[in-house]
């Protein structure tokens, strides 16, 4: 029988892949949406004050949120050459170690975006430009959502990490 934490591991990682493959939906607007401001910008001469608002809060919603499916899925950028170089129990002593770093950093971005997106959230801020969104507001809490979720995908990894079978010896 599996263990809490595996079990909690597991559901993370369903959470997510279940996160990465719905922003898929704010990219494709994203698409959309420039389409649309080329068209108005430079067809019509009529271009809108709102898309590029718009369109840096989705890529960002996106970006900010899928950071867990990257990792879950293996697809942050790494030095692979380095890979080739060492190894199979050094890899994976080095992937542990590049884990717990991630960890540590998320922990202090956590941290230091933390109270300014509660004070944004208190205050409305807004963007201050023609369209006026409470863009500030909604891209500094969902910068900690995603940090957050991160966090939480890296201790699902490093669970994983250790349930996974030992290399030892087969290098």
């Known amino acids: 029988m599996k263990s809490l ?3 909690l591991a597991q559901r993370m990682d369903r959470i997510s892949v279940f996160i990465g493959y719905a922003c898929i939906v ?5 698409i959309t949406l420039s389409v ?3 068209i108005m910008r430079y067809g019509l ?11 840096m809060v989705l890529c960002a919603t996106s970006w900010a949120l899928t950071s867990g499916f990257v990792t879950q899925r293996h697809r942050h950028i790494a030095i692979t050459m380095l890979e080739t170089m060492v190894s199979k129990k050094t890899w994976r002593i080095l992937s542990l170690v590049q884990l717990l770093a991630a960890l540590v950093a ?5 941290l230091a975006t933390w109270r300014p997106a509660l004070e944004a959230i208190e205050m409305m801020e807004r963007s201050g430009s023609a369209f006026n969104a409470p863009t500030p507001t909604y891209l500094k809490s969902i910068l900690v959502t995603g940090a957050i979720l991160y966090f ?20």
């Not at 009529?46 to 608002?53: D, L, S, V, Y």
């Not at 998320?106 to 956590?110: C, D, G, R």
């Open 26 to 30: 704010p990219y494709f607007l994203c």
């Open 106 to 110: 998320i922990t202090v971005l956590i």
């Open 36 to 38: 649309y401001e080329v």
């Open 5 to 7: 934490l595996s079990h």
């Open 152 to 171: 939480l995908q890296l201790l699902a990894s490093i669970i994983h990490w250790f349930e996974a079978p030992d290399e030892q010896g087969q290098d």
């Open 45 to 55: 001469g009529r271009p809108t004050q709102w898309t590029f608002e718009v369109l």
